[in-house]
């Protein structure tokens, strides 16, 4: 299907970042922050071997074409998730304290966005100096929750590497099990801190940790910035509108996901939660059961120059996967792949 003119000048506006989702069975219970010591003895029970995957025998890694649609990009859901950017005000697609730092900047090694003679350079001004975490941080999540949407928000601008493990309708797959035999129940959020050793529920609660714990001083920003996320039922209402609009995305396992999904290594993803271009690519990872690490790279991160001395360019999104060893980029094609590995007939 060809884009019209219309919806291709509609979605230049926001090529640079767009869209999340969410919805959750049930509000979740008060007062539920806790404090584990030890817990890392138990935190991966995967004594189990990575089970085996192959690719299929005509694959071949796509030529990254940046900010284009191709042939495979769903158009009407391209447009709902490019809808769904604009519900949630752009939220999760710019670091806290983002800001221009010049438009004429000269360096092959680092990240910028050239735009005919331009060449604009970003960064946050309030990170530099921010506690950064040396373990990844783990959360029980799925992706239509508007719960879980706003912890993941908020990790966006913080620009933290977390590890997702989806727990389809917070009731079904693996990880909901082992949630609920972690702590009794199968309610998601559920944040786990290996660097401190801190485990909580509650969404708003998890927020007011990652700010205290890996924000900036409170002297350096305004808190008034934070409010389509921090106003909880504004950023409830608008992630449920945003998830009945999607479809409920990862509400549901997939039929013919493999069943040993979740023993997998967990694929590392270069995105931010609101790029209508990774939205796919987070979908099929969630229906699929996939753990997936998360490494943050909205306008203004740190993580984009780490894209960039690693693979020569910046796009998203873009995935490592340990269980193959492939390496690629393209959202279509990616979904595509993800589909002929982690599945059966």
């Known amino acids: 299907m060809?884009?019209?003119?219309?919806?291709?000048?509609?979605?230049?506006?926001?090529?640079?970042?767009?869209?999340?989702?969410?919805?959750?069975?049930?509000?979740?219970?008060?007062?539920?922050?806790?404090?584990?010591?030890?817990?890392?003895?138990?935190?991966?029970?995967?004594?189990?071997?990575?089970?085996?995957?192959?690719?299929?025998?005509?694959?071949?890694?796509?030529?990254?074409?940046?900010?284009?649609?191709?042939?495979?990009?769903?158009?009407?859901?391209?447009?709902?998730?490019?809808?769904?950017?604009?519900?949630?005000?752009?939220?999760?697609?710019?670091?806290?304290?983002?800001?221009?730092?010049?438009?004429?900047?000269?360096?092959?090694?680092?990240?910028?966005?050239?735009?005919?003679?331009?060449?604009?350079?970003?960064?946050?001004?309030?990170?530099?100096?921010?506690?950064?975490?040396?373990?990844?941080?783990?959360?029980?999540?799925?992706?239509?929750?508007?719960?879980?949407?706003?912890?993941?928000?908020?990790?966006?601008?913080?620009?933290?590497?977390?590890?997702?493990?989806?727990?389809?309708?917070?009731?079904?797959?693996?990880?909901?099990?082992?949630?609920?035999?972690?702590?009794?129940?199968?309610?998601?959020?559920?944040?786990?801190?290996?660097?401190?050793?801190?485990?909580?529920?509650e969404s708003s609660d998890q927020i007011e940790y990652l700010l205290n714990t890996y924000g900036p001083s409170e002297d350096l920003f305004d808190r008034k910035a934070l409010w389509p996320i921090t106003f909880e039922a504004f950023s409830i209402f608008t992630s449920t509108v945003v998830a009945i609009l999607k479809g409920i995305p990862g509400g549901k396992r997939q039929p013919n996901a493999r069943p040993d999904n979740e023993q997998m290594k967990p694929i590392e993803l270069w995105g931010y939660e609101s790029s209508p271009f990774v939205r796919p690519v987070r979908e099929k990872l969630g229906a699929l059961c996939l753990p997936h690490k998360m490494v943050s790279c909205p306008r203004g991160s740190a993580n984009r120059d780490k894209m960039v001395q690693k693979t020569g360019r910046f796009q998203v999104p873009f995935i490592v996967d340990p269980n193959t060893g492939i390496e690629m980029f393209e959202s279509a094609e990616i979904v595509d792949y993800l589909e002929k590995v982690y599945t059966q007939s």
Not at 145 to 161: A, F, G, H, Q, W
């Open 2 to 201: 060809t884009p019209t003119p219309l919806l291709l000048l509609s979605t230049i506006g926001v090529l640079g970042a767009f869209v999340c989702e969410a919805f959750v069975p049930s509000p979740l219970p008060q007062g539920s922050t806790t404090q584990v010591n030890g817990f890392l003895d138990n935190l991966m029970t995967a004594t189990q071997s990575t089970p085996k995957v192959s690719l299929p025998a005509d694959f071949v890694v796509p030529e990254p074409k940046p900010l284009s649609i191709s042939e495979k990009t769903d158009i009407v859901e391209f447009a709902k998730s490019s809808a769904a950017f604009v519900a949630r005000l752009g939220t999760g697609a710019f670091t806290l304290g983002w800001k221009i730092d010049s438009i004429f900047f000269k360096d092959d090694d680092s990240y910028s966005l050239k735009l005919g003679p331009f060449s604009i350079r970003d960064s946050s001004t309030v990170l530099q100096d921010a506690p950064r975490p040396n373990e990844a941080l783990i959360l029980y999540e799925y992706d239509a929750s508007p719960y879980c949407k706003r912890v993941r928000e908020m990790i966006n601008l913080l620009d933290l590497t977390v590890e997702y493990r989806p727990c389809p309708g917070a009731r079904q797959g693996k990880f909901s099990q082992e949630l609920s035999e972690r702590t009794g129940r199968q309610t998601v959020p559920y944040l786990i801190d290996p660097n401190t050793g801190v485990e909580m529920f």
